[in-house]
């Protein structure tokens, strides 16, 4: 898998299964309707953007600004049309409970949502599982392994 074409290879139709951010997954279904995002019924890892501004930003005021305009929830929706993200900051708004409507793989439901849990810091242990583990896929696949 190509990680920089996979959204177009999933449209098109030479990946049949992807493991992939739900923008992305929703802009290739976008392309191809028979496309379909699901959350794993063993759950999966929540991933959380921010917003910040530099200690040493020369116009603070206007990214607080513009912070402000990004959470209000008709640009909040916008923003996940948009994008193809959800956003949680306007959950309860009428926009967003019409978009859940019209894009049920864009706002997760409450089962789903349940299902979504948080990476908690590995221990070395578990951190050397992961990575044997992953080398053992991107060995599988032909790829050099990590360093």
Known sequence: MNNERYIED???GRLCVAMAWVGHALTAAKANPSLHYYIPQEGALVFIDSLAIPANAPHPELAY???DYLMQPK???S???ATQFYSPLSSKSPEMVQLAREQPMLVPNQAERRRLYFLEKLSAEQKQA?????????QAR??????
Request: proline share 15%.
């Open 10 to 12: 999933l449209s098109s």
């Open 65 to 67: 600004r513009f912070i």
């Open 75 to 77: 640009n909040s929706v």
């Open 79 to 81: 923003n996940s049309l």
């Open 130 to 138: 992961v990575d044997s583990i992953w080398r053992g896929v991107k």
């Open 142 to 147: 032909g790829l050099p392994p990590p360093p």
